[in-house]
């Protein structure tokens, strides 16, 4: 069975600084991986999928991420935090054998401060 | 191109009454997902319809069910609701890509709380 594990349910940054959101995965199997960004009263955005081609994947908003097989990890970054940047994130996984039904960790809590 | 739309954004209901929850995809997805989001179990799947077949399906109760018209558009009911199933339910359309991957594009949601 794949899972994912969010770590730091909530992450406080200074505007201006590194964005970093982990994400790590269990699956005995190639994934799928993506990062969605949710707004408040909205629902969820893609900012950035892996699907077996680069290993450092670009989105959008500055945003990118690295898939490091032998670290079960697909972590966010951003070099520089913006205000409009706080929001909740969402790591998910994909897998042919749940038919690709997403599973998504917990989700991280972004706050950015002036 | 238009986004998925989900109908009605909110809406209240009373504990044994049932609920239907419509989405329209974007133009040319045949595929529609929907997952339920509350504070406690976070983002869970429902399940998924492809050319008017459900093609997979979460683990949730019988009360939970859905279907998919021909012109792609899904909805989702819920039966006897519960406390429980105030959420926000999320529908997702879906192109599956050449690599394989099924990337979903969601609808704002339709937030329901039961009383």
């Known amino acids: 069975a794949q899972s994912v594990t969010q770590l730091g349910s909530h992450v406080s940054v200074s505007e201006g600084a590194l964005v970093l959101l982990r994400c790590n995965y269990s699956?005995?199997?190639?994934?799928?991986l993506f990062w969605y960004v949710q707004y408040p009263n909205q629902g969820l955005q893609l900012l950035l999928k892996y699907t077996s081609a680069a290993t450092l994947v670009k989105g959008i908003n500055g945003f990118e991420a690295e898939f490091k097989k032998s670290e079960t990890s697909f972590h966010l970054t951003k070099p520089s935090a913006h205000m409009s940047d706080a929001a909740e994130y969402f790591c998910?996984?994909?897998?042919?054998?749940?038919?690709?039904?997403?599973?998504f960790g917990k989700g991280t809590s972004l706050l950015v401060t002036p | 191109k238009a986004g998925v739309t989900q109908t009605p954004r909110y809406l209240i209901k009373t504990r044994g009454q049932q609920v239907t929850l419509s989405c329209s995809p974007i133009?040319?997805?045949?595929?529609v997902s929907w997952y339920q989001q509350t504070p406690g179990q976070g983002l869970q799947f429902l399940f998924e319809?492809?050319?008017?077949?459900?093609?997979n399906k979460g683990n949730f109760p019988g009360r939970f069910s859905g279907r998919q018209f021909s012109n792609s558009r899904s909805e989702m009911n819920v039966s006897t609701l519960e406390l429980g199933d105030s959420a926000l339910y999320l529908c997702a359309s879906s192109l599956r890509e050449s690599s394989g991957a099924n990337v979903l594009t969601f609808g704002a949601g339709s937030r329901l709380t039961v009383l």
């Open positions: 319809y492809f050319s008017e077949t459900q093609r």
């Open positions: 699956s005995s199997v190639p994934p799928y």
């Open positions: 133009s040319g997805h045949r595929s």
């Open positions: 998910a996984v994909s897998l042919v054998h749940s038919g690709y039904a997403l599973n």
